[in-house]
């Protein structure tokens, strides 16, 4: 069964009309031609504006039906930037690793990657993953996230057998 990847754009310009949305768009492409991830998109990209409350509430309507739900936007300093708040307020644990592998990537190819604040964690069995809102940064974190997707879903649903693991270590 493929992993059920949700995408959720989060701007006000967006949301209001006033600008079309891309980042969501090349994410939800991205998904779908997948060749490294066993992965399907699950309905449309969602968009909501940049309110805390709006944002948390498309995560928790989301979560029963996804394996995995990938934010694109509001992750910087502006005032209005909140993602990372309101995906706080709906996460069980943190995933530390996944956010450093996220950031060191995209601080390979822009400095300015030290100004997202984004986060990855856990609620109830479903990853949350803050990208930043730019079609750059989003193909960047996506070449991170392909690679361990499905193992970190198999991991998260207990249904691991450590094949990828066996495979890793014969490799060294």
Do not use: Y
Not at 56 to 73: F, N, R, W, Y
Not at 165 to 172: D, F, N, T, Y
Request: aromatic residues 2%; contains cysteine; negative net charge.
């Amino acid at each position: 069964m493929p992993t059920r990847v949700s995408v959720v754009t989060v701007s006000d310009s967006s949301f209001e009309g006033k600008r079309a949305d891309e980042s969501g768009p090349t994410l939800a492409r991205l998904v779908a031609a997948s060749e490294k991830a066993h992965v399907e998109l699950v309905g449309d990209v969602h968009v909501v504006p940049d309110v805390f409350q709006e944002i948390a509430s498309k995560l928790q309507e989301l979560i029963p039906t996804s394996d995995v739900i990938i934010t694109t936007g509001g992750t910087g300093f502006a005032p209005r930037d909140v993602t990372p708040e309101a995906t706080l307020s709906v996460l069980e644990r943190r995933c530390g690793g996944l956010e450093t592998a996220l950031h060191m990537r995209s601080l390979q190819a822009t400095p300015m990657a030290a100004l997202s604040r984004a986060v990855v964690g856990i609620a109830s069995r479903t990853l949350i993953i803050n990208f930043p809102g730019s079609v750059k940064a989003v193909k960047e974190c996506w070449e991170v996230v392909e690679k361990v997707v499905d193992h970190a879903v198999a991991l998260i649903c207990e249904q691991d057998d450590g094949s990828v693991h066996r495979v890793l270590g014969a490799q060294s």
